[in-house]
């Protein structure tokens, strides 16, 4: 597919996109998130997948956005061009489920990725952190903000202000991932999780990934009543009618996306 950033592959019915520049530990370049975005719409819109995974190095899930890159940039430039928006908008507009697989550093823009995909498993060598600060800066893709919501105020507004790094097993006990795999064994897990995923309804699947970040925008009424709808949508589905069956009959379903 000719990417020079990421790397793409296919198994059991998952997308899995490897961030691949490891001379800069896998730092967030245009080129890198413009190729991210672009793989991630081509396996949203491929009928054979059902879930992404998104991983790094040994060493680096990312260790943020490319700072030489930005070093040049002028106030001017980061608005005028809206620095960071587009790959933003455009990670939030995939409606398949995406894990984050976390294999050593997250940080900075890394770790925020991270947090805008939908759940995410770290290897016990993960580490996550918004160092931001260090650099005269502060979090631009969701760091003051979503791992607020992850971790609570006390813990992301001192990892913000100092830039402390948290490890998977703090990071596992703050809500912040699902879960810590032994590092040999994260990708094989990461895509088995989302190749059980692939496996289900997938207009379930999508609905329930909108319903759970709709969680984050609403209030508990209208965030219940959205759910409560969507519940009842999914029985104008074929696949109601064979999962509910195959409960029945003692059989796996056989689901059709219909
Ligand atoms: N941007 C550009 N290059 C980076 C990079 C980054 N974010 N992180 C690492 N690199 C490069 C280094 O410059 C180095 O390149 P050279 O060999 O050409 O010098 C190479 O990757 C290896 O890095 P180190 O030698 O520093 O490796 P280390 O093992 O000693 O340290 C590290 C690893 C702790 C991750 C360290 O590299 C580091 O602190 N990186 C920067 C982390 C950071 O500040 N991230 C936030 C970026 S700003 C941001 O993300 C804004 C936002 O919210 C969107």
């Known amino acids: 597919m000719g990417y020079k950033c990421i790397q793409v592959d296919t198994r059991d019915h998952v997308g899995l996109v ?13 080129e890198l998130l413009r190729e991210l975005v672009e793989a991630l719409a081509k396996f949203d819109a491929d009928e054979t ?38 790959e933003h908008n455009a990670m939030l507009r995939v409606r398949k489920p995406i894990i984050a697989a976390v294999a050593g550093y997250a940080l900075g823009g890394g ?9 995410i498993l770290a290897a016990d060598t993960a ?26 105020k006390s813990k992301a507004m001192e990892m913000n202000l100092t830039g ?14 699902s879960r810590v ?22 207009l379930a699947v999508m609905a329930t990934k909108e319903a759970v970040n709709r969680s984050y925008e609403t209030t508990l009424a209208e965030g219940l009543l959205f759910e409560r709808r969507m519940f009842h949508a999914l029985f104008a589905t074929a696949d109601q009618g064979e999962g509910m069956d195959a409960f029945i ?9 219909e």
């Open 111 to 119: 770790c925020e990725l991270a947090m805008m995909c939908d759940f």
């Open 164 to 177: 402390r790094f948290m490890d998977a097993e703090e990071a596992e006990r703050s809500g912040l991932v």
């Open 18 to 30: 490897t961030l691949h520049r490891p001379q800069a530990m896998n730092a967030l370049n245009a």
């Open 127 to 152: 580490k996550f952190g918004q160092p931001e600060i260090n650099l005269g800066v502060m979090p631009g893709l969701g760091g003051s903000q979503r791992l607020t919501r992850f971790v609570g």
């Open 49 to 86: 997948i059902g879930a992404m995974v998104i991983t790094g190095s040994e060493k680096a899930f990312a260790a943020g956005a490319d700072i030489k890159e930005m070093r040049p940039k002028s106030f001017v430039d980061t608005f005028r061009d809206d620095l960071f928006t587009p």
């Open 249 to 257: 009959e003692k059989r796996s379903a056989k689901f059709r996306g």
């Open 181 to 202: 795999i032994p590092a040999d064994k994260l990708i094989d897990e990461a895509v088995s999780v989302a190749a059980k995923i692939a496996d289900k309804a997938p």
